[in-house]
């Protein structure tokens, strides 16, 4: 294998935290390189300027913070919610939905700043190595990825907090001793890890959930909302019209009111072992289902089970971190073609953790009450039905004659 060239600049994906902090003193001392923060606003609810003062205190002279929410709803989260992409049943791929976009932008930033490289905080147990290390890689295969904890030998949370005290580097005093969970978070969800959630038969603590009241909590009375579709995306909550972003925010709060969208889920990892999260998808799952019901009335019978069969594949692919390839690509196409004529309103009933769709209309829509009415009807010949019931039972027939033939009950 040859010899690795000298990295001159690195883009580092930057938090503030202790972890990326700690990384930027690394980079600056092992690789002897210029380091170059990025930080993205996801919409994760945090105060990004102490970011800056931090990446500024440590020598940092090119630092990028960037509002993403926009580009991250319309880009990447809408395009999922149009493929009603669910991982192993029931997880909403809130983590992997947001690493993309951050790939997409160390990239970029890279090639603005001249960089030969870029670094990313995942550890090495984890699928977000995977998902930004493919990400970057199908963006420029020339780049070079450092992913710090796999090369160093701070290995703990104890290492950490020493090397950090050691290099004078600020450290939260919550961050002093085991922290009890990580978090995870974007505008779509919040995903909590690791310490006390490592049992999965042991019930999460009130104190994991973030963004959602407990549904016990939650107001005794029902609350509806209608969701506006064009082509597939949301495009306004009762009837108000809101970019991307604001809708999904004025749906988390929405879903934080009544306690929709908990999730307790033992994952399988694409690395290979299984780990327990606890998620909170409010506003997700109340699109999620939203979009479900609209697409009821104007999806064509063999469009929508087409849908279902290719939801689960692109699901992986984006859990596995594929986004940028040609096989998401091509479903993605498929998926968008579908959505042709997804348009209309969807009423929801948002009651103590659930969001059941109770009524939606379309212009665009595929029923006709007359069609399915129990009452006299002029547009359905009955008698019709007779011959396809034999044509579809002929198969079943022959066989059932060929069983009794040979003595076959089985």
Known sequence: MPAKKPVK??????SGGLDTSVI???????YGAEVVTFTADLGQGEELEPARKKA??????DIFIEDLREEFVRDFVFPMVRANAVYEGLYLLGTSIARPLISKRLVEIAHETGADAVAHGAT????????????????????????????????????LIAYAEQHGIQVAKDKRGEAPFSVDANLWHTSSE??????????????????????VDA?????????????????????????????????????????????????????????????????????????????????????????DELMPKYAKLLYEGFWFSPEREMLQAAIDKSQEFVTG???LKLYKGSANVVGRS????????AHVTFEEDDVYDQKDAEGFIRLNALRLQLMARRKRRLGRND
């Open 9 to 14: 600049k690195v883009v580092l994906a930057y």
């Open 24 to 30: 930027l003193k690394w980079l600056q001392d092992q």
């Open 56 to 61: 500024e205190a440590a020598g940092v002279k």
């Open 124 to 159: 090495g147990k984890g699928n977000d190595q995977v998902r930004f290390e493919l990400g970057v890689y199908a963006l420029d295969p020339d780049l070079r990825v450092i992913a710090p904890w796999r090369e160093w030998d701070l290995n703990s949370r104890t290492k």
């Open 194 to 215: 690791g310490k006390v959630l490592e049992n999965p038969a042991e019930e999460a603590s009130d104190i994991v959930f973030q963004r959602t009241v407990d549904p």
């Open 219 to 307: 107001p005794d009375t029902p609350e509806y909302v209608t969701i506006s579709f064009e082509r597939g995306d949301a495009t306004a909550v009762n009837g108000k019209a809101l970019s991307p972003a604001m809708l999904l925010t004025e749906l988390n709060e929405l879903g934080r009111k009544h306690g929709i969208g908990r999730l307790d889920l033992v994952e399988n990892r694409f690395v290979g072992m299984k780990s327990r999260g606890i998620y909170e998808t409010p506003g997700g799952t109340i699109l999620m289902a939203a979009h479900r019901g609209i697409e009821q009335l104007t999806l064509d019978r063999g469009a929508a089970h087409l849908k």
């Open 345 to 347: 309103d969807v009423r």
């Open 362 to 369: 379309s212009d665009h829509t595929l029923y006709s009450e």
